[in-house]
């Protein structure tokens, strides 16, 4: 049975602690939905009705479009070990860039990384757990580190070249502003 509310129990944020991934899902007014893995060491629980995550060069820059056009989001964090859970936060998201005033507040509480493309800050305003039971059992082997190596091999210059090729607009043609 689904259980509601307002904001992450202390429990509840000790699971998402222990989640080595998490998906976020948006979608503007129109086109299409955006549903992505995130990993890494990219997950900060400021409060229980804030969280913020690294959003680091990727292919794409779909999530970024979203919630600069209306700010909907969902973040789903899975139980692949243990208990079964599935817990879902909804709310409402901004993209922080490094010319925003809060950027260097916010990235100094995350690992250097090169590849940092913006800090995804999600209001919280409902929590909701379900069984999981569906969901299959895996194991945890190891973080991938191709993202990690790709971004220093190719160093701030070098990720900028890839914002301005491949991160200016989204999938329905809409400008990130990745590059103001």
């Known amino acids: 049975m689904a ?3 307002p904001e992450l129990s202390d429990k509840l944020q000790e699971f998402i602690l222990k ?7 948006t979608a503007g007014s129109e086109g299409r939905i955006n549903l992505s ?24 820059n779909e999530t970024s479009v979203h919630v ?5 989001i969902t973040m789903m964090f899975c139980a692949f070990e243990g208990g079964a859970l599935i817990l879902r936060l909804y709310g409402q998201a901004r993209a922080i860039h490094s010319r ?15 590849g940092a493309r913006q800090i995804i800050d999600v209001s919280v305003d409902l929590v ?5 039971t569906g969901v299959p059992l895996f194991d945890y082997v190891s973080d991938r580190d191709q993202l990690v190596r790709s971004a220093e091999m190719k160093g701030e210059d070098g990720i900028r070249a890839y914002w301005r090729e491949r991160n200016q607009t ?11």
């Open 19 to 25: 989640q080595k991934m998490f998906f976020v899902a």
């Open 100 to 114: 925003n005033a809060e950027w260097q507040t916010l990235i100094d509480l995350f690992p250097p990384n090169v």
């Open 170 to 180: 989204s999938l329905d043609g809409k400008p990130t502003h990745i590059i103001d």
């Open 128 to 132: 909701q757990s379900s069984c999981g």
């Open 3 to 5: 259980q509601r509310a």
């Open 68 to 72: 600069q056009e209306n700010g909907r």
């Open 37 to 60: 893995p995130k990993g890494l060491d990219t997950l900060r629980i400021l409060d229980k009705n804030r969280v913020v995550w690294l959003n680091l060069t990727g292919s794409g």
